[in-house]
Every structure is written in structure tokens, then in C-alpha cells.
């Protein structure tokens, strides 16, 4: 166990050497800070001043070791618009994409498992061919186009008349596809629950989870086919295995030999999968909070490109490559406990 920590450690150190380098060649590469802090009045002598006072004439190597130091003491400078850490201003906004991420995995998870079991089982039921051809809609559908088809829907309401309105089941089929709308699609909503500090939720109140339907619907709708195409492929593979065939040759039930045998070693890649994608969704609310206006670290990153944030810019990459290499590290720990073949130090028992 310790050898593995070691190991995981150092290349999550590693890999964060290697985002740091990235995220210091960007920062070098968006322009001229002082264009960002100094106006248009101020002379070339004032300019040239705080350009050494900065360290912005050193040498690429120094200025990096510069800033690789101050990031190992959680400095990565402030914020031009906010005008304070930029480590703060992503705290601030962190708690709202972490709402969207939790809300979508729990989406993710009660949805999945049942439909791909069921689709592994059944195979052949028209239910299942129902699931996966919507499943490959689904993956299809770019989740900026779902979450404007569901304000479409759910928030401005829609009238349908297409069955002929003179009939019972016309006017039953139109009255049921149509809606009148009203489903909060714009923000977090007033009513949050403050946890710590700065930190606040919208999952404690009516209101806040009112708002959270509509954003975390559109993105657990990127990944939630994935999951059920996985869930499925992994448990048919599964129910061919050898030992699930002595299973049913020593007459054991279908449920013990399907939900207690067959969906165990279904969910270990899953679990791999599965936490990857938690860090690939932390990227996706970019879009799903820019549809919704949800004050996320994603629409605080786009606003800070648009205003050549370049500090904020650098820290939400920083923070986001944390994120993945945290997210990866426990997805290994967590697979090497669940898989009692697997020993923590990568070789097989």
C-alpha cells in the first residue's frame, strides 16, 4: 500500500510538473500583462519600471521557477478583475460546479446500472433495443443542444397540435406532449444554503434543486449513454464468462448469479471509467453553465478569457489538472480495494 502511494504520488507530481509548464507557456503566450494593469496614459518609462519590477525581462527559465515556487505556496497570483487571489475567486465559484457534477453522477448512476443490466439480460426485449437506440442518440446529441431543447420545454413550454384535436386520443396526445413551462432555467436561485464560509448549496432547499434539474439533466445527458453502452458490453461479456456457467450449472438463481456474481465484476472498469469521466465533466459544465448562466468555475472561465484574465486563466488550469490527477489517483485505490485480484502494487495476485 505505501509503495503504491509513493508510486501514485509521484507521478501525480509529475504530471502536475507537466500542466504546470503548460499552463506557464499559455500564460506567456496570451500577451503582455502590463496591458492589463497599467492604462493607456501610463509612459514607456513607467511601463519599462514595473516590467523589471514584475521580473517580466528575466529569462523564461527564471521566471518559471518563479512562478512554479509561488504555486507551490498556493500563489498563483491575483485576479485582474476581481482584484484578489485567484485561488479565491475559483473557491467561490468551485461550490456551483460541484452541485452540476454531483447532481449529474447521482443521475448517472441510478439510471445506468438498472437500464444496462437490463439491456445485458434482456437483450432481445424491445424495451432494451428501446434504451440502447436512444443511448445512441444520445451520444450523438451535443449537450448544449439538449440543455436548449429542455429550456425549450420545461421553461418556456411548448403547445403541440399535431394529432387531430376533434378526437379523444387527439387531444389527449396533444395535452400530453404539450407543456406550460416555468422550470427555473437561469442561475442558482436565491435560496442556498451556506455550508462553509463562501460555500453554499442549492441542494438543501426547494428552490436551489428546482434549478439544479434542468443544468444537471443536460449534463449527466453526455455521459449517462456512455455509461449504459458500458454497463451492458461489460455485463454480457461477463455472463459468457466460465464461472458464471458453473454458476448455473450448480442451479443457483438467476438473481444471486446476475446481481451478486455477474454485476461485481461488471462495475470494476466501470469504476475506472467512471472516475475519469467525473474529471472530464468538470470540463463539459463549461458549455452546460454558459447555457443556464450557472456561476461555475466553467462561465468564470470563459469570462476570463474574454477579459484577458490571464492569472484566473492559468489558476483554473492549474486547479482543473488537480482536479483529474486526484480524481485518477482515487480511482486506483478504489479499484485496487473493489478487485481482490489486483494487488495495490499493479501485479496481479
Known amino acids: ?23 506557464f507557456a499559455i500564460q506567456d503566450g ?38 512554479a515556487g509561488k504555486a507551490i505556496q498556493g500563489d498563483l497570483g491575483n485576479s485582474y478583475f476581481y482584484g484578489k487571489p485567484t485561488l479565491t475567486v475559483i473557491a467561490e465559484h468551485l461550490p456551483a460546479t460541484l452541485e452540476l457534477v454531483i447532481g449529474a453522477s447521482l443521475i ?9 443490466v ?52 387527439g387531444q389527449w396526445l396533444n395535452g400530453a406532449l404539450s407543456t406550460d413551462g416555468g422550470m427555473p432555467s437561469y442561475g442558482r436561485g436565491d435560496d442556498l444554503t451556506h455550508l462553509f464560509g463562501t460555500w453554499n448549496s442549492g441542494f438543501f432547499s426547494e428552490l436551489g ?59 470494476l472498469p466501470v469504476i475506472t471509467v467512471g472516475g475519469v469521466q467525473v474529471g472530464v465533466m468538470v470540463a463539459y459544465t463549461i458549455l452546460t453553465e454558459t ?12 469570462e476570463a478569457i474574454t477579459r484577458s484574465d490571464i492569472p484566473l486563466i492559468v489558476a483554473y488550469l492549474m486547479v482543473v489538472g488537480l482536479i483529474f490527477v486526484i480524481t485518477n489517483t482515487l480511482v486506483d485505490l478504489v479499484y485496487g480495494l473493489v478487485n481482490p485480484t489486483v494487488k495495490l502494487t499493479g501485479k496481479k495476485a
Open 1 to 23: 500500500m505505501l509503495a503504491f502511494l509513493v508510486q501514485r504520488i509521484s507521478q501525480a507530481v509529475l504530471v502536475m510538473f507537466v500542466i504546470s509548464v503548460i499552463a
Open 30 to 67: 496570451l500577451g503582455d500583462p502590463l496591458q492589463e494593469m497599467v492604462g493607456m496614459s501610463v509612459s514607456m518609462e513607467e511601463r519599462e519600471a514595473l516590467r523589471e519590477e514584475l521580473g517580466l525581462n528575466d529569462s523564461m527559465v527564471v521566471q518559471y521557477l518563479r512562478f
Open 108 to 116: 448517472i448512476m441510478l439510471l445506468s446500472v438498472p437500464i444496462g
Open 118 to 169: 437490463y439491456a445485458a439480460i434482456r437483450p432481445q426485449a424491445w424495451l432494451a433495443k428501446f434504451f440502447m437506440g436512444v443511448s445512441t442518440v444520445g451520444i450523438s446529441i451535443p449537450v448544449f443542444l439538449t440543455a436548449i431543447v429542455l429550456i425549450q420545454i420545461y421553461s418556456i413550454g411548448i403547445t403541440v397540435e399535431w394529432f387531430p384535436a376533434d378526437t379523444g386520443w
Open 209 to 267: 434543486l428546482m434549478h439544479l434539474v434542468l443544468p444537471c439533466v443536460s449534463l449527466a445527458s453526455i455521459m449517462l449513454p456512455l455509461f449504459i453502452r458500458l454497463i451492458r458490453a461489460e455485463m454480457m461479456e461477463v455472463l459468457q464468462s466460465d464461472y458464471i456457467r458453473y454458476a448455473r450449472a450448480k442451479g443457483l438463481s438467476s438473481a444471486r448469479i446476475n446481481f451478486l456474481h455477474a454485476l461485481k465484476n461488471t462495475m
Open 291 to 302: 447555457v443556464f448562466q450557472w456561476p461555475g468555475v466553467g462561465l468564470m472561465f470563459l
